[in-house]
């Protein structure tokens, strides 16, 4: 047994990097269920963004390109939701798995010719003097743009949600639909805003993982990451900055499980690959335990749909 | 009336009404457990697809399914081909084994062949690659390049396949490099990118330089490429994309050679069930080239035990050989058998770590 | 300009026929896809969903159709009680898994037994497999006000660790020469779910999907309990004054559907499946969720929507195999599928009406 062999600076490192697309896509979906909106297919959205990324990537041999082209993708799929619930007042759980259905046959279709190519290298950035303080800049300022981005737009979105017009507005259309209408609120438009954004962020966590982290193009290559990032979400009880925490501590348990299997601690396997999960649920249950109900609530219209009867 | 009987009735019935069709064309089915585009084991038995048209031409139809899930789901994929008309299926999974007898005892008249399994019939084959010769001479290559002593690698499932791969690589990194370490990781996937990628990190970041990998996905190939110094190696696939540096060479499952000479003999009438294991010798696993990121001397070592491996001289699991715990396995000179090999459930000495369960 | 109005009830003549015309349209739109993919749009229409009822096999895939249906529905019905009330339980995929391990691992207790009495004690114990999975969101939400999706979402993936660590260590075929998986029921008659009629393709998993079915039925039309489950879905409120005991409902909701996907599970590996092996769960527990809704929660429409849904995968089977159509384009055409039921579902709940462009 070896602990030294693990270097928790690296390791760290290595968390922010691990943990970046479920930040990305659990932070757009946060904007969505603020909105009072329960978009499902953030699987979905997130392959579709990993495989427009990915290929408007190699074409351009742009990184930033094939970003721009997944922010879109997902964007445009996730309209699809917002049509099908927003208009013809689809249910949204059963759209939301629909989408996921359709974003993973859609992505393997468009992906099909894109296997085993490799993706232009997105470069680090070395943040001059920061990045060469000891020890912290090792981790937090030598990294590619998005993890900084990620954590940005996380920090826009407090900032939104908290102290804006806009912000007031989107809260109010999550929280009562039918008063923000009569308050003249165009809740239909701003709910399709909203799930757009949440579209983009989730194509942008995929093509995180295309073209970053892993980085090249397999079909299901999110494997289940859009569903952890939905818990997030809730883990999160629908506020930002928890959403990141909450995926740096279900990033970080990966991570580290790995890590300690790789030092040969010897905990069986089996356990720490349960670990994320379990971790997960423990400090849900201490956070939920020690507040009162109301403040963990979610949107009031959470999931329901509105239509406007004049 | 049982539905056994219906759909013998039904295949024979085909086979009868069929039979001035079918005449010209062999009809040869695969299922396969993952998507064609897996970069590593199903795109390789696709490629052996790919051989047999390329071969046969218009002699033969091919017809696959790929992502079919082991259970009910593969037991319809092969009834379904079978009833299609196909004259010979290869399942392509261990998975598929109980199913593969299932469906083979009700079409009769139809070949089967099963990867990796153990249980044969009168129309059903089974055949493997021998694998873990190339884990030796991979181990060969990973013992003298690593500058930290320590080899990462990555497992999908404890099953004796990977075990024997570990046991086999470390063996013969430890023969040329008595310092080596080996740190194994279970990633418990065959193929998750991230997760193959983290893990990959992992072992590196704890100072790891040469990673092997037994998952399928090129992802382990891509985290070595950011670190400068770090090798790896193609798994099931050539992975060539990645040369010549990380991927410094690669084992390759050559599904074609055996997939033609299979789909000849059901078309010559000369079939029968078999049991094939084969290794370097027969083509069945290649390795890769190996590139200048390797010294010339390694290089020729490395290519020198492949071939003794293929002329028959050496076998990868020679005494002598411990287990784990110290016990005596194999005395000096004596090799291992197949049986023991093919059931494999326990390290050699001097890996740490214990086997999971 | 067009308008949605909104209907006073739904409407009779739309809520029948729209599911028609969904599949109409999604038969046109996958045609396009598949001419586009340079198949005969005709002939894939066809293999997809008219062969697998009337095509040359038929015989074998109609019995194919509730192999593949039964545990859809058994999952979905239990799911809709707790989506109805409010109750989200998104894990019915892990409960799948425990059930089946559950289940498996009180019949193979007792290899090789002939026993008649180890196929029931196999049933109960994955029932309380799926059930005591299903506990651990339920008491966590009554208990601490735990949020149900995440917990009951984490515990499929703890399940599928605890499936893997079970099916290359515990349950291992002990003559399985080291390889993992369990030993197959096939070879073990008294612990077997074999056909009852095989060329229907019943077995005790269909028989037990349709008495939930029906019971689910009266339980929602008939009974006290129902009228509750009703009641606190439309309104949490309402439902507290007349007397519901939410922790109850809870408790009640998630434990019912915990156990029938525990049933699910152990019909499947006891029978069409087989064995317990690493992969051996298929994403049941999830498509069921869309069953569920796809079905408006009513047990009729999930009977009708299992059914629907085991038809686009069993002849998207037949379509892969016949035609060469990737795996990646039948999951286009049922997702595409899905969206055109949800959406002509507008047609029966709303009218439209055409509007003059009002001058403000």
Redesign the interface.
């Given at each position: 047994m070896d602990f030294s062999?693990?270097?928790p600076l690296?390791?760290l490192a290595?968390i922010m990097v691990?943990s970046t697309?479920i930040v990305l896509a659990a932070i757009g979906e946060l904007v969505v269920e603020k909105a009072g909106v329960l978009n499902l297919g953030v699987e979905g959205m997130m392959i579709t963004g990993a495989v427009c990324g990915f290929v408007a990537a190699v074409l351009s041999g742009s990184p930033t390109v094939g970003f721009i082209a997944a922010a879109i993708g997902g964007a445009l799929l996730s309209l699809?939701f917002g049509i099908?619930t927003q208009?013809?007042?689809?249910?949204q759980?059963?759209?939301g798995?629909?989408?996921t259905?359709?974003?993973?046959?859609?992505?393997?279709?468009v992906?099909?010719g894109y296997?085993?190519?490799?993706a232009p290298p997105t470069p680090d950035i070395h943040i001059p003097l920061l990045a060469d303080i000891p020890v912290i800049g090792r981790i937090v300022f030598q990294h590619d743009l998005m993890v900084y981005f990620s954590i940005a737009l996380i920090g826009v979105v407090w900032a939104v949600l908290k102290y804006s017009r806009i912000g007031l507005i989107l809260r109010a259309v999550g929280e009562n639909h039918d008063a923000a209408h009569a308050l003249g609120y165009k809740v239909v438009r701003i709910r399709l805003l909203a799930i757009m954004f949440g579209g983009a962020c989730a194509g942008l966590g995929g093509a995180y993982?295309s073209l970053i982290?892993?980085?090249?193009w397999?079909?299901?290559?999110?494997?289940?990451?859009g569903?952890i990032a939905?818990?997030i979400v809730?883990?999160a009880s629908w506020r930002p900055w928890r959403v990141l925490l909450g995926a740096y501590l279900f990033g970080g348990v990966?991570?580290l499980q790995?890590?300690l299997?790789?030092?040969?601690i010897?905990i069986?396997?089996?356990y720490l690959?349960?670990s994320?999960?379990?971790i997960?649920?423990l400090v849900?249950?201490i956070m939920?335990?020690n507040r009162n109900?109301a403040a963990?609530g979610a949107p009031a219209a959470l999931g329901r749909s509105f239509?406007a009867?004049s | 009336m049982r539905i056994t009987s219906i759909l013998a009735g039904a295949a024979l019935a085909l086979g009868l009404a069929g039979g001035a069709i079918a005449q010209d064309k062999t009809k040869v089915g695969f299922v396969f457990v993952g998507p064609v585009g897996d970069g590593g084991w199903t795109y390789e038995h696709n490629q052996g697809r790919l051989a047999i048209e390329a071969e046969f031409g218009d002699k033969v139809e091919t017809v696959f399914q790929e992502n079919v899930p082991e259970g009910a789901d593969a037991e319809r994929v092969m009834t379904q081909m079978a009833l299609g008309g196909a004259d010979l299926i290869f399942t392509t999974s261990f998975g598929y084994m109980d199913q593969t007898l299932a469906v083979a005892a009700k079409f009769p008249n139809v070949k089967f062949e099963h990867a990796t399994g153990y249980k044969r019939s009168d129309n059903v084959s089974t055949y493997s690659a021998r694998f873990y010769e190339g884990r030796a001479v991979q181990g060969h290559i990973a013992g003298k390049m690593t500058k930290t002593n320590k080899i990462g690698y990555i497992a999908s499932f404890p099953i004796p396949e990977v075990i024997r791969g570990i046991n086999s690589a470390y063996i013969h990194a430890k023969r040329v490099n008595p310092d080596v370490e080996f740190s194994v990781v279970w990633a418990y996937t065959w193929f998750d990118p991230a997760k193959e990628a983290d893990a990959a990190k992992a072992l590196i970041e704890q100072g790891a330089d040469v990673i092997l990998q037994h998952t399928d996905s090129t992802a382990p190939l891509a985290a070595a490429e950011q670190t400068e110094g770090v090798i790896g190696f193609g798994q099931a696939s050539d992975m060539s994309e990645y040369a010549p540096a990380p991927r410094v060479s690669s084992i390759i499952d050559n599904w074609a050679p055996y997939y033609v000479a299979r789909t000849k003999a059901v078309m010559d009438g000369t079939w029968t069930s078999v049991d094939t294991w084969d290794g370097i010798s027969a083509g069945m696993v290649k390795i890769g080239e190996i590139t200048d990121a390797v010294p010339a001397d390694v290089k020729a070592e490395a290519l020198a035990l492949a071939a003794s491996i293929a002329s028959g001289d050496y076998e990868p699991f020679t005494g002598p050989l411990n287990k784990q715990d110290g016990s005596a396995w194999l005395a000096a000179g004596e090799t291992a058998d197949d049986g023991t090999l093919a059931g494999m459930s326990f390290y050699v000495e001097g890996l740490t770590g214990d086997v999971p369960n | 300009m067009l308008r949605l109005e909104k209907r006073p009830a739904p409407s009779r003549f739309w809520s029948a026929s729209a599911p028609i015309l969904a599949v109409v349209l999604t038969m046109i739109a996958g045609g396009i896809l598949f001419a586009f993919l340079g198949k005969n749009p005709v002939e894939a229409i066809r293999t997809i969903f008219w062969d697998p009822i009337f095509g040359e096999f038929a015989f074998y895939y109609r019995g194919q159709l509730l192999v593949k249906a039964a545990p859809l529905i058994l999952i979905a019905i239990g799911l809709s009680l707790g989506f109805r009330a409010g109750i989200w339980n998104i894990g019915a995929e892990g409960q799948y898994i425990m059930g089946a391990i559950f289940g498996a691992g009180a019949g193979l207790a007792f290899y090789p037994s002939d026993s008649f009495l180890i196929f029931p004690l196999m049933i109960v114990a994955g029932a309380f497999g799926g059930w005591i999975w299903a506990m651990i969101p339920a008491i966590l939400k009554t208990r601490f006000g735990t949020n149900e999706i995440l917990v009951s979402l984490m515990l499929v993936y703890v399940a599928e660790a605890i499936l893997a660590s079970m099916s290359s260590g515990l349950l291992r075929n002990p003559d399985g020469m080291g390889f993992p998986g369990s030993r197959n029921f096939k070879e073990f008659p008294a612990a077997h779910n074999d056909f009852i009629i095989e060329a229907a393709g019943i077995h005790w998993g269909v028989v037990f999907a349709f008495l939930a079915v029906i019971s689910t039925y009266v339980l929602l039309s008939r009974h006290l309990l129902g009228f509750q489950i009703r009641l606190t879905g439309e309104s949490p409120r309402a439902a507290r004054f007349a007397g519901v005991n939410p922790s109850l409902l809870i408790v009640f909701c998630l434990g019912l559907s915990g156990a029938l996907a525990g049933l699910a599970g152990l019909f499947e590996v006891s029978g069409p499946a087989g064995q317990i092996s690493i992969d051996f769960n298929s994403g049941y527990g999830f498509t069921a969720i869309i069953v569920a809704f796809l079905g408006r929660l009513n047990p009729i429409g999930i009977l009708l929507a299992g059914l629907l849904m085991a038809l686009t995968y069993i002849g998207g089977e037949a379509a892969q195999g016949n035609l060469g159509l990737p795996a990646a384009a039948i999951q286009l055409l049922q997702g595409m599928l899905l969206f055109f039921l949800l959406a002509v579902d507008v047609l029966s709940n709303f009218r439209i009406r055409r509007t003059k462009n009002e001058v403000a």
């Amino acid at each position: 047994m070896d602990f030294s062999a693990i270097n928790p600076l690296v390791l760290l490192a290595s968390i922010m990097v691990a943990s970046t697309p479920i930040v990305l896509a659990a932070i757009g979906e946060l904007v969505v269920e603020k909105a009072g909106v329960l978009n499902l297919g953030v699987e979905g959205m997130m392959i579709t963004g990993a495989v427009c990324g990915f290929v408007a990537a190699v074409l351009s041999g742009s990184p930033t390109v094939g970003f721009i082209a997944a922010a879109i993708g997902g964007a445009l799929l996730s309209l699809l939701f917002g049509i099908l619930t927003q208009f013809l007042q689809s249910n949204q759980v059963a759209t939301g798995l629909a989408l996921t259905l359709f974003g993973l046959g859609l992505s393997a279709l468009v992906g099909q010719g894109y296997v085993g190519i490799k993706a232009p290298p997105t470069p680090d950035i070395h943040i001059p003097l920061l990045a060469d303080i000891p020890v912290i800049g090792r981790i937090v300022f030598q990294h590619d743009l998005m993890v900084y981005f990620s954590i940005a737009l996380i920090g826009v979105v407090w900032a939104v949600l908290k102290y804006s017009r806009i912000g007031l507005i989107l809260r109010a259309v999550g929280e009562n639909h039918d008063a923000a209408h009569a308050l003249g609120y165009k809740v239909v438009r701003i709910r399709l805003l909203a799930i757009m954004f949440g579209g983009a962020c989730a194509g942008l966590g995929g093509a995180y993982l295309s073209l970053i982290r892993v980085p090249q193009w397999t079909e299901g290559m999110t494997a289940g990451a859009g569903w952890i990032a939905l818990a997030i979400v809730v883990f999160a009880s629908w506020r930002p900055w928890r959403v990141l925490l909450g995926a740096y501590l279900f990033g970080g348990v990966t991570v580290l499980q790995l890590n300690l299997q790789a030092a040969g601690i010897a905990i069986p396997v089996e356990y720490l690959s349960m670990s994320p999960y379990l971790i997960t649920i423990l400090v849900l249950v201490i956070m939920s335990s020690n507040r009162n109900r109301a403040a963990l609530g979610a949107p009031a219209a959470l999931g329901r749909s509105f239509h406007a009867s004049s | 009336m049982r539905i056994t009987s219906i759909l013998a009735g039904a295949a024979l019935a085909l086979g009868l009404a069929g039979g001035a069709i079918a005449q010209d064309k062999t009809k040869v089915g695969f299922v396969f457990v993952g998507p064609v585009g897996d970069g590593g084991w199903t795109y390789e038995h696709n490629q052996g697809r790919l051989a047999i048209e390329a071969e046969f031409g218009d002699k033969v139809e091919t017809v696959f399914q790929e992502n079919v899930p082991e259970g009910a789901d593969a037991e319809r994929v092969m009834t379904q081909m079978a009833l299609g008309g196909a004259d010979l299926i290869f399942t392509t999974s261990f998975g598929y084994m109980d199913q593969t007898l299932a469906v083979a005892a009700k079409f009769p008249n139809v070949k089967f062949e099963h990867a990796t399994g153990y249980k044969r019939s009168d129309n059903v084959s089974t055949y493997s690659a021998r694998f873990y010769e190339g884990r030796a001479v991979q181990g060969h290559i990973a013992g003298k390049m690593t500058k930290t002593n320590k080899i990462g690698y990555i497992a999908s499932f404890p099953i004796p396949e990977v075990i024997r791969g570990i046991n086999s690589a470390y063996i013969h990194a430890k023969r040329v490099n008595p310092d080596v370490e080996f740190s194994v990781v279970w990633a418990y996937t065959w193929f998750d990118p991230a997760k193959e990628a983290d893990a990959a990190k992992a072992l590196i970041e704890q100072g790891a330089d040469v990673i092997l990998q037994h998952t399928d996905s090129t992802a382990p190939l891509a985290a070595a490429e950011q670190t400068e110094g770090v090798i790896g190696f193609g798994q099931a696939s050539d992975m060539s994309e990645y040369a010549p540096a990380p991927r410094v060479s690669s084992i390759i499952d050559n599904w074609a050679p055996y997939y033609v000479a299979r789909t000849k003999a059901v078309m010559d009438g000369t079939w029968t069930s078999v049991d094939t294991w084969d290794g370097i010798s027969a083509g069945m696993v290649k390795i890769g080239e190996i590139t200048d990121a390797v010294p010339a001397d390694v290089k020729a070592e490395a290519l020198a035990l492949a071939a003794s491996i293929a002329s028959g001289d050496y076998e990868p699991f020679t005494g002598p050989l411990n287990k784990q715990d110290g016990s005596a396995w194999l005395a000096a000179g004596e090799t291992a058998d197949d049986g023991t090999l093919a059931g494999m459930s326990f390290y050699v000495e001097g890996l740490t770590g214990d086997v999971p369960n | 300009m067009l308008r949605l109005e909104k209907r006073p009830a739904p409407s009779r003549f739309w809520s029948a026929s729209a599911p028609i015309l969904a599949v109409v349209l999604t038969m046109i739109a996958g045609g396009i896809l598949f001419a586009f993919l340079g198949k005969n749009p005709v002939e894939a229409i066809r293999t997809i969903f008219w062969d697998p009822i009337f095509g040359e096999f038929a015989f074998y895939y109609r019995g194919q159709l509730l192999v593949k249906a039964a545990p859809l529905i058994l999952i979905a019905i239990g799911l809709s009680l707790g989506f109805r009330a409010g109750i989200w339980n998104i894990g019915a995929e892990g409960q799948y898994i425990m059930g089946a391990i559950f289940g498996a691992g009180a019949g193979l207790a007792f290899y090789p037994s002939d026993s008649f009495l180890i196929f029931p004690l196999m049933i109960v114990a994955g029932a309380f497999g799926g059930w005591i999975w299903a506990m651990i969101p339920a008491i966590l939400k009554t208990r601490f006000g735990t949020n149900e999706i995440l917990v009951s979402l984490m515990l499929v993936y703890v399940a599928e660790a605890i499936l893997a660590s079970m099916s290359s260590g515990l349950l291992r075929n002990p003559d399985g020469m080291g390889f993992p998986g369990s030993r197959n029921f096939k070879e073990f008659p008294a612990a077997h779910n074999d056909f009852i009629i095989e060329a229907a393709g019943i077995h005790w998993g269909v028989v037990f999907a349709f008495l939930a079915v029906i019971s689910t039925y009266v339980l929602l039309s008939r009974h006290l309990l129902g009228f509750q489950i009703r009641l606190t879905g439309e309104s949490p409120r309402a439902a507290r004054f007349a007397g519901v005991n939410p922790s109850l409902l809870i408790v009640f909701c998630l434990g019912l559907s915990g156990a029938l996907a525990g049933l699910a599970g152990l019909f499947e590996v006891s029978g069409p499946a087989g064995q317990i092996s690493i992969d051996f769960n298929s994403g049941y527990g999830f498509t069921a969720i869309i069953v569920a809704f796809l079905g408006r929660l009513n047990p009729i429409g999930i009977l009708l929507a299992g059914l629907l849904m085991a038809l686009t995968y069993i002849g998207g089977e037949a379509a892969q195999g016949n035609l060469g159509l990737p795996a990646a384009a039948i999951q286009l055409l049922q997702g595409m599928l899905l969206f055109f039921l949800l959406a002509v579902d507008v047609l029966s709940n709303f009218r439209i009406r055409r509007t003059k462009n009002e001058v403000a």
